[in-house]
């Protein structure tokens, strides 16, 4: 690369102010030293497709997990969208029991009826052929009862772009090898899926609430993963991606600085989150995600105490 490509504003011409250039300040948040991860390494366990969604980060995840100690007996996600942190933790025994917590009225009919209607869904799901006029017909529908309710989130999540339930988002056109509206529909995975969901459902707790309230009253011994819709520092991502997408930001970090539970957070990159962390004296290291467009991105992953240390 030549100099001028890699120092932009140092000025033109090739004269003498070259060599007075300052170098780039050091990058202040350190990189994590597990690798970017391939996603297909890590078991998939959330039947939902989710925008945002953490399966890049279950290697840290476990780290951090397996390094609490006492081992924690519940995890606490208030923020659980497709809950893929939540459902390894239990189905991996790093954690004794979960609670998630999500605001999207969706999103939570499908979490209800996974656990307390199991094997019905996964009938629900072998018998569906998910053709355009049956999606259609079904995002029409109002659903009778948590169960129907549940359903159409799933098959709505799965046949939408990037699996996005907000309003204004649009189903897949082409899809896999051309597959369309069943590119992402394999009733055997999903159903196998949901089965070790219900398997699991005596240690899944899932409520249809504020995850901000819940932070204000943490049950003693509990550790929580945060990972909240994020649109600060210009961003708006999380307007399109979510329904529930308005977070007072300033106040979950006020509020994990009050309670006691040790918590892992992630972020996008952005002046105003790691002003946060240095204002909380908080950690944070930078993880590498391929975004849908396989550009790698890094992420924020935010502790109370180093993940690595020195
Ligand atoms: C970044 S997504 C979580 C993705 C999740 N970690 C996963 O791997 O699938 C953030 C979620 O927070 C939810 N949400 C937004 N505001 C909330 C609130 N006040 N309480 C609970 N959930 C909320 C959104 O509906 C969205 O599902």
């Not at 046949?159 to 082409?174: D, E, K, N, V």
Request: proline share 8%.
């Amino acid at each position: 690369m030549s100099e001028g490509k890699s120092c932009p504003d140092a000025g033109g011409g090739g004269s003498s102010t070259a060599l007075s250039r300052v170098p780039a300040p050091a990058d202040p948040i350190p990189v994590s030293p597990i690798p970017a991860v391939n996603v297909a390494s890590v078991p998939q366990r959330s039947p939902l497709r989710y925008p945002g969604g953490k399966t890049w980060l279950i290697p840290h995840i476990r780290h951090w997990l397996k390094a609490i100690e006492p081992r924690p007996k519940l995890l606490v996600e208030p923020f659980a969208g497709g809950g893929i942190v939540s459902l390894t933790a239990v189905m991996e025994g790093l954690v004794d029991r979960c609670l998630m917590v999500e605001l999207d009225r969706d999103v939570a009919a499908f979490w209800h009826a996974a656990l307390r209607h199991g094997p019905e869904l996964c009938e629900m799901v072998r018998g569906f052929q998910p053709t355009r006029e049956a999606v259609d017909a079904l995002s029409r529908q109002v659903p009778a009862n948590v169960l129907e309710h549940g359903f159409r989130t799933l098959v709505l999540n799965r046949t939408r772009r990037g699996g996005i339930l907000a309003p204004g988002a649009s189903l897949i056109r082409s899809g896999e090898c051309g597959m369309g509206l069943a590119s992402r529909w394999y009733p055997g995975t999903l159903a196998g899926r949901l089965s070790a969901v219900a398997d699991n459902a005596g240690r899944i707790e899932f409520s249809e609430s504020d995850g901000m309230a819940l932070l204000e009253g943490m049950p003693a011994g509990a550790v929580l993963f945060v990972d909240p819709p994020y649109n600060a520092g210009g961003k708006r991502a999380g307007q399109r991606l979510y329904a529930h997408n308005e977070i007072d930001h300033a106040r979950l970090f006020t509020l994990l600085a009050e309670t006691k539970a040790a918590f892992l957070m992630t972020y996008d990159r952005s002046d105003e989150i790691e002003d946060l962390v240095g204002k909380y004296g908080f950690q944070a290291i930078q993880v590498e995600m391929k975004n849908t467009h396989h550009a790698r991105v890094p992420e924020l992953v935010i502790t109370r105490e180093r993940m690595f240390p020195e």
